[in-house]
């Protein structure tokens, strides 16, 4: 199978079998057939550019940030490297509106062409450049349906009084709202220079400013290189509190008092992280809290993690999200997976890092609950996705295929735990050791699962046989399912929580339940226990006793939903509606619909808040919902 599509590619013709772009792929790979372009060809199925031959170095993108049309427009100007002298440049875009093109200095514009648009991909766009172009100019604007972007308005905000707007670029969006070589194996340094409203602030994943300007223009610089996916903007009503000297957190004026509460521990993490696996290689690092139709627990982007308000739990018992966007600073942003089917690269490094940190700060006990959670996910993915599916190995194939559809908690918990295993096999000190090479080995570059194993295979495994079958990266990297030698976690607190979850579902009344001192885990590990099937008065009396609909604590509100939608417990119906009609966060959202769907009376319920609902989410959320309930 495999050698077949690379020979496709060879040839110019794979393009066509899924994507619309057939003919003008076609001219671009029979015109060179290079050693080169076939090695490449293969490298990033959802990237039309060709890095091997002509590719961006630096961007300096001016722009200009406009609210009542909802769009962006602007130059991106690009410093390139021409490695085979050709004339052509290929940018991905999607849904871009290009006016010009300009080649160093020249005043007169040079030719471009858009290829076929693929409703993923989007269109190449080729631009035509001569053997020594410099530097290539891209006049642009975007449109008010570009994805990675979501426009909120005053009401969608925390403050209410201004709008907002963030990106999401990860995993292909970045093309939505930059022209851009948009493959996590290209790597690019920025500047820019936004155009904002003169009340707002824009930050971006760079050096950001502190406060508001009188001009509302802000200027950032991104010295090191990082992939497309990481370019990031936010535009709003935004001020700043830092926490610890390197480390702070945006937010708007009505959230950041709760948030540098939530978040004091945000230093520590990084202590914590830099103790492990080595020196921060960002500067600063900082968080942006973002209104709560954000698609995402959080979003790695260097030197600024984007992050959910739902997080904000007022005890701080949700922020090992924190310290997995941090670990990325590591595992992804530092090593970063050359193509979207090596995610779990990515993902289930940082969830293993993530855990760490969390172990380092607050003690077994608590990163063993994380680890519980994570299993018990896992177990859920595996029966969601059938034990024999394809997408249930870390190594992934998405050719044809939108790269969000494989991007499942196969990555995060099986590859975390293929890490446990292996760091199980060799003793924690070595494995720690081994990664921390790993991170300087490939520091600012990529990996592949290729590059992982030969590097496991010379720092690790150095010929030991049975070391090497023990580890056995064949059926855990390239097979479906869990490989039965894999370490089932534990967890003693949870042990407590199961003794009382019997205890109440012999009888015991739920307000005489000890459920003192239970941190969110034990409270979501209690709920997910719960049984399918309750009757009303069970279901009311755990309400009651422990105000499960009202809850502050959005892990413990959507977990509570699933029961209350099985059991048709009417109580929960309003909580529920102003649960979805202002959270946008897929991971609650999903799960919600998707109970409420398996009934007709659910379905109708859901279809009229899904109609109320759905302008407050962002586009990636949509295009998964609307597939959904269809
Ligand atoms: N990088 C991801 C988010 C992502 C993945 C965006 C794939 C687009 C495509 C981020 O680091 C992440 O994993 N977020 C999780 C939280 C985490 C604690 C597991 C999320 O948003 O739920
Ligand atoms: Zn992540």
New binding site residues.
């Given amino acids: 199978m495999k050698i077949y599509k690379t020979y496709l590619l060879s040839l110019g013709i794979a393009g066509c079998l899924h994507l619309a772009s057939c003919s003008t792929q076609n001219n671009q790979n029979t015109e060179t057939m290079t050693v080169n372009n076939l090695a490449q060809a293969s490298q990033d199925v959802h990237s039309y550019s060709k890095p091997k031959e002509a590719v961006a170095k630096h961007l300096d993108l001016d722009i200009t940030v406009d609210f009542e049309k909802k769009i962006l427009s602007g130059t991106a100007t690009y410093q390139i490297k021409n490695l085979t002298k050709t004339n052509q440049i290929i940018f991905d875009t999607r849904g871009l509106k290009i006016e010009k093109v300009l080649l160093d200095e020249d005043t007169k514009e040079t030719t471009f062409k858009l290829g076929n648009d693929d409703k993923v991909l989007g269109q190449p766009m080729f631009v035509d450049i001569k053997p020594e172009t410099k530097t290539v100019t891209i006049h642009y604007s975007t449109t008010p349906e570009a994805a990675a972007l979501q426009w909120l308005s005053p009401q969608q905000t925390a403050g209410k009084k201004h709008p907002f707007l963030f990106t ?1 670029s ?2 292909i969006l970045a093309r939505t709202w930059i022209p851009i070589q948009d493959s996590p194996g290209i790597r690019i340094t920025y500047s820019a220079s936004v155009k904002v409203p003169k009340e707002l602030m824009a930050v971006m994943s760079a050096e950001n400013p502190k406060e508001k300007n009188e001009t509302g223009e802000y200027k950032f610089l991104m010295q090191k290189a990082i992939p497309s996916y990481l370019m990031a903007l936010s535009v709003g009503d935004l001020v700043f509190r830092p926490i610890g000297e390197q480390t702070g957190i945006y937010a708007e004026p009505a959230t950041i008092e709760a948030a540098a509460y939530e978040f004091a521990e945000m230093d520590k993490m990084l202590v914590a992280a830099e103790k492990l696996y080595g020196k921060y290689r960002w500067n600063r690092y900082d968080l942006l809290v973002l209104p709560p139709s954000f698609p ?5 982007n260097p030197r600024l993690t984007f992050v ?1 308000p739902t997080v904000l739990a007022k005890d701080r018992s949700l922020t ?2 924190i310290a ?2 941090l670990a ?1 600073s590591w595992s ?1 942003n530092l090593v970063t997976n050359a193509t979207w089917e090596d ?1 779990w690269l ?2 289930g490094f ?2 293993y890092f ?1 855990r760490r940190i969390m172990e380092e700060l607050y003690g077994k006990d608590y990163a063993d609950m994380l680890e519980v959670l994570g299993y018990q996910d896992l177990q859920h993915t595996l029966d969601d996705l059938g034990r024999n599916s394809e997408d249930t190995r870390l190594k992934l194939e998405l050719d044809g295929r939108d790269p ?1 559809e494989g ?1 499942t908690d196969i990555a ?1 918990e099986k590859g975390n735990a293929y890490l446990v295993h292996i760091e199980r096999a060799v003793g924690r000190d070595k494995f720690d050791a081994f990664l921390n090479k790993y991170f300087q080995t490939f520091a600012f570059g990529t990996t592949t699962t290729d590059r992982f194993l030969d590097f496991l295979n010379s720092e690790l495994i150095k010929g030991d046989e049975k070391l090497a079958e023990q580890i056995n990266a064949d059926a855990w990297i390239y097979s479906a399912g869990l490989p039965e030698e894999h370490y089932t976690p534990a967890s003693s607190l949870f042990a407590k929580v199961e003794e009382t979850s019997q205890a109440w579902q012999q009888g015991t009344p739920a307000a005489q339940l000890n459920t003192k001192d239970w941190s969110s885990h034990e409270w979501l590990h209690f709920i997910r226990l719960l049984p399918e099937q309750m009757s009303q008065q069970k279901m009311a009396d755990l309400d009651k006793a422990f105000n499960f609909t009202n809850s502050g604590n959005s892990e413990i509100l959507a977990a509570w939903f699933l029961h209350a939608i099985r059991n048709n417990y009417i109580t929960a119906d309003q909580a529920m509606e102003i649960f979805l009609t202002s959270v946008g ?1 897929r ?1 609650f959202l999903v799960p919600i619909y998707k109970a409420l769907i398996a009934t007709p009376e659910g379905k109708k319920k859901a279809l009229a808040i899904y109609a109320k609902a759905r302008p407050n989410y962002h586009a ?1 959320s949509t295009v998964t919902l609307d597939e959904m309930l269809k």
């Fill in positions: 999401q990860q995993a995402f627990g959080g979003m790695e959910t090992s999200l997995h966007e990325h992804g995610f990515n993902e940082t969830v993530e969000d991007l995060y966060r991971k990636v």
